[in-house]
């Protein structure tokens, strides 16, 4: 646990760096994370992969000419002279055709429907990546009020956030996920004003940010506590400061190098969750796709046409990938000393004695 | 200890009802829809979910839905509704799968992962432990649903060494079921076995700087003796905890990918069948079972650590 001041602190409370009296703190941080070559080059990698997924559109309208979810099922292909089917008599999708076809069906066609892989890997890409930032965005958000509430108030606030946290974290979160997941997928959601259609993204969303908020609201809360200990807090008081101004004006910034790291490692997870669901089907529903339906509807034609089912598990590992060592790139300029680690969660866990 | 236990199997009642309620909710009151209706399953018609209505009570006041349900789920009156199949039934069937599965891939992450982890700490700095480092890095991000597909298509469908999925019964024939099952194991083993090298890595490179190692040397037993008696021993409890809760998560979570993934007849397909046919009964009867196992195995492995651990037993920690 943190309780060391950090960057944020020396921002907010005032604190000053030992070395490099001109530069910021953020700056600082910012310059230790450039000098990690792996961080840096696993951003790039990133970032080419969130491009990819943001030229969607571009691809299907100007190179495949055809949507994610369009059928091509009795169409033929002109490649040069010869005249190749989509879908083929046994109903097997026709292969890889690189630019043989100008680019359509780059990555052949998906299955008896014959829709472009290529398009729909990328379409695909695109909801992952919605999925595991916007999850991201909410259970961080949520984390940290839930954190500074209980961390602050303690007593009975505490007590019940905390008990709440624990019960969510020793559930097994992929079952229940699943058991949730359908039956939003099935029946939607009517809660007072919140109202979810059955089968849209927002199932997903709300599974994966209700199992994952203790993840992250755990470490917050431990970070409050002691922070609440400093003088800077004591300080604030004197000063006549109230309670949501200690909370949010003088104890949120210091955790936000902690927020960062963990909003980055959670992406990651979350991607895997989302891709876990999905896989089973009780995640993103038809007709949309993510990598992880892709994967689910290529595995049945994995003996002929390998690339369905790997390729968006490739894009999956190395978003995850990139996004883990970008995580622990930023853990190590933000603060040097923090431990601070996303815990087991499905099964996929951090390395905590990893060091290379 | 009796007080710890007791203390712990408080917090345990208490969470599973805390995830039979949760479940409630999760079928009961979240849905948009009429519950009969969504049990029942796609296409039902109005005299099905008539009678399912009629049977679990769906117009009751909701404790009395909650105890209908339980009463349901546990005394194996669970049933799917088209065909009507009882749960319970499946389940049991099925069972033997799941359990070679997940216990033959503990097994092996356990035995190669401490294999390999001791002897990256003997090493420390070696080939083998930097290694196992870098393996160890990648190994976390790659998910079940990119390697077993890669491992059924290299070794199955390409070198043919191994048969493409499917499972065989013990019984039946030991080799065919050895054979079946290698490919699964690895896929769910792989991952843990580069993190257990790793966590009893460092265990034992912190016990090596306690002073109670620098005795032993100094009394003069032999460096096999100090390692195998001292430091290891030590830096196992840690592990036993660890493995017990990711035994538990394994069997609830990355377990039932690896089985449809390899199409493993186990408890974990039969739930992700029934997800893809809309069917919720097996759904809700796999999560309960499937929750209560895992939360049984965690405070069971409280219960062993504090046995192993004085230190945990008498302090104030253990939460439920």
Known sequence: MATDPQPGAAAAGGGRERRGSEAGPWKLALRRFLRNRWAVAFLGLFVLIVLFVLAAPLWADHVAHTGPNRNHTLEKLKVGDEVREVVNIEGQPIGPQWFEADGKFFLGADGRLGRDEMVRLMYGGRISLLIGLSTAVITTALALVLGLLAGYYRGWVDSVIARVLDVIWSLPVLLIGIALGITLAIGGL?????????????????????????????PIRGEVLALTEKEFVEAAVAQGAGPLRIMFAEILPNLASTAIVFFTLTIANNMLFEAGLSFLGAGVQPPNASWGTLISDGSDLLNTQPLLAILPGVLITLTVLSLNVVGDGLRDALDPRSKVRLEAHTGMVEPKGASV | MARFIVRRLVGMVAVLFAVSLIVFVVFNIVPNTNPAQLLAGKNADAQLIASIEEEWGFNDS????????????????????????????????????????S?????????????????????????????????????????????????????????????????????????????????????????????????????????????????????????????????????????????????????????????????????????????????????????????FLVVFINALVDVAYAYLDPRVRLGETASA
């Open chain 1, 190 to 218: 009517k809660l007072g004003p919140v109202e979810i259609q059955a089968g849209s993204l927002w199932g997903p969303i709300l599974v994966i940010c209700i199992f994952t908020v203790p993840y992250i609201a755990r």
């Open chain 2, 103 to 291: 216990i033959g891939a503990a097994i092996i992450w356990l035995a190669f992962g401490l294999v390999l982890g001791y002897l990256s700490a003997k090493r420390a700095g070696g080939w083998l432990d930097r290694l196992l480092g870098g393996v160890a890095i990648a190994g976390v991000s790659i998910p079940v649903f990119l390697l077993g597909p890669v491992l059924i298509y290299v070794f199955a469908t390409k070198l043919e060494i191994f048969p493409n999925g499917g499972y065989v019964p013990l019984e039946e024939d030991p080799v065919e079921w050895l054979n079946h099952l290698i490919l699964p194991w690895f896929t769910l083993a792989i991952l843990s076995i580069g993190f257990y090298s790793r966590v009893l890595r460092s265990n034992m490179l912190d016990v090596m700087n306690e002073d109670y190692v620098r005795t032993a040397r100094a009394k003069g037993l032999s460096e096999s003796k100090v390692m195998r008696r001292h430091v290891l021993r030590n830096s196992l409890i840690p592990i036993i905890t660890l493995f017990g809760l990711d035994f538990g998560a394994t069997i609830a979570g990355t377990a039932i990918l690896t089985e449809v993934i390899f199409s493993l007849n186990g408890v974990g397909s039969y739930a992700a069948e029934a997800v893809g046919n809309f069917e919720l009964p097996p759904v809700m009867g796999v999560t309960l079972y499937g929750a």
């Open chain 2, 62 to 101: 909701l404790p009395e839905q909650y105890f209908s349900m339980m009463e349901k789920v546990f005394t194996g009156e669970l049933t799917s509704y088209k065909p009507r199949i009882p749960v319970d039934e499946q389940i049991i069937e099925r069972i033997p799968t799941t359990l070679s599965l």
